[in-house]
């Protein structure tokens, strides 16, 4: 059963009589409404009535209006406002821009701005690579998106997927003390995403891509990687597969597998499933099986995209033909970013022993965590209520932290392996079945997922020059 959590918390407002008994009768009702009831402060009393702030966890905006019409419904307890606090903390936007540099007198002006820093202008005019050096370009980040695929919500578009970038330049900062800006565009046209981010790249030492529905996704991040020299990155293609790789090295050491000797089935061959399954073949798994929507993909299905049809030639060595649930016949693993209530215990039955299942579908996985723990030896899912969670903020402030310190052009497979190992190494000898990746607050991620990304990215420039 869901559990009322914090994505739907409201502060219920009301007044009440001042009895001995008041507050009890309150957080029985609360309780009885099936809210979880976590502050209770009294803002003001008189003799007549005390005014209380409640605060309550629930489920849904339904839920919200059960509890709050519960309260209601006592004697003499009159609700005045009920507050989102989710909505609250969005309220004006989630980012402020804050001048490094004090501006106190003429001074400081005339360093900062007039007249002075026209000859930092034509200092990068004559040697462009200082803009790294001596403009915000050193340390930010641009996350684009065109609001056409935002988890779980779907094609939204730019304005509705803002506060989605806004929090994720705020995880950027939190962890890796990157700034990073949301750039939601107006357009889901292919020419015209990548003509913009073109023009607008000399601000910025590195492209995140968010949110945008594939196979568009797989055209415009390779186009922008040849013609940029910055480091473009598909976080829902490749922070997913850096987090999933790190969370199967570890998955695989708890049931004392090797990744060679392992049938893998992805369920998904969108941008997630693509990147997750090339970032895998890296690692030579006995076989990976690639099933969509319309099955498992196998060179003579029909109807094929290019992305398909590179997952048909590469995987799947067996050829097999069929169904998810065909598919999860004696397979070791399964990866699930698809979609929901796929399968059941039945199915994980049929799977090799010890097996594995990463049921990453949000919010709803692709399997119920409590039947999949029935048959499997390790479950992982992508939400914050269940053990093994993974998420990309597991990878992405470190990658960019790290590509950022190394000055890097560019991104590749060898640097985002060495992000996931960063990753599941930071879990160390606490590894068991319920902890095979670390917490996303465990503040040693991010640096040592930087370092490894910068030490493999100056490994690349080092070869690349010859030395």
């Known amino acids: 059963m869901p559990v009322p959590g914090p994505g739907y918390s409201i502060t219920v407002r009301l007044e009440s009589p001042p009895s001995v008994s008041a507050a009890g009768d309150l957080t029985t009702v ?41 309260l209601d419904s006592l004697p003499d307890v009159h609700v005045r406002k009920v507050s989102d606090r989710t909505f609250l903390v969005h309220l004006g936007g989630k980012l402020e821009v804050t001048p490094k540099v004090s501006l106190r007198n003429r001074d400081d002006l005339s360093r900062a701005y007039t007249p002075g820093v026209a000859r930092v202008c034509q200092a990068i005019a004559k040697n462009p690579e200082d803009a790294r050096r001596l403009t915000i370009k050193r340390n930010t980040v641009a996350v684009v998106t065109d609001g056409s695929a935002v988890l779980g919500l779907g094609n939204i578009g730019p304005a509705a997927a803002l506060p989605v970038m806004e929090g994720k330049a705020a995880l950027f900062k939190k962890f890796a003390g990157v700034d990073a800006w949301p750039v939601c565009l107006d357009t889901q046209d292919t020419e015209e995403i990548i003509r913009v981010v073109q023009v607008l790249a000399p601000v910025y030492a590195g492209i995140n891509l968010e949110d945008i529905a594939a196979p568009r996704c797989f055209e415009i991040e390779s186009r922008l990687r040849e013609m940029l ?62 099933v969509d929507i319309d099955g498992i993909v196998h060179p003579a299905r029909e109807n094929k995209d290019d992305n398909l049809r590179w997952l048909a030639d590469n995987t799947n060595k067996h050829r097999m033909a069929g169904t998810l649930h065909d598919a999860l016949v004696g397979a070791d693993v399964f990866i699930g970013v698809s979609a929901p209530n796929l399968f059941g215990a039945e199915q994980v039955a049929t799977m090799a022993d010890n097996a594995i299942v990463f049921a990453l579908a949000n919010p709803d996985p692709e399997i119920d965590p409590v039947d999949a723990h029935q048959h499997a030896a390790v479950v992982a899912t992508g939400r914050s209520d269940y053990p093994n969670q993974i998420n ?33 190494d930071v879990v160390g000898d606490r590894l068991n079945p319920s902890y095979i990746v670390p917490s996303v607050f465990d503040t040693a991620v991010a640096p040592a997922v930087a370092d490894a990304v910068k030490a493999a990215a100056q490994k690349q420039a080092a070869q690349k020059r010859g030395d």
């Open 229 to 290: 020299d910055i480091p473009v990155f598909h976080d829902d293609q490749h922070g997913t597969a850096i987090c999933v790789t790190a969370a199967l090295r570890n998955a695989l050491r708890v049931v004392d597998k090797k990744m060679t000797d392992c049938r893998i089935v992805v369920s998904g061959a969108g941008a997630a499933g693509s990147a997750i399954m090339r970032l895998l073949l890296r690692q030579d798994p006995a076989d990976i099986v690639a």
């Open 30 to 70: 609360v309780g009885g409404a099936g809210g979880v009831l976590t502050a209770f402060d009294i803002v003001d009393s008189t003799a007549d009535a005390i005014l209380v702030d409640i605060t309550v966890n629930v489920l849904s905006s339904d839920h919200a209006e059960d509890v709050t019409a519960a």
């Open 392 to 424: 990309n903020v597991l990878a992405f402030p470190g990658v960019f932290r790290g590509l950022l310190d190394a000055h890097a052009k560019d991104i590749d497979e060898p640097m985002m392996l060495a992000a996931a190992e960063a990753i599941a």
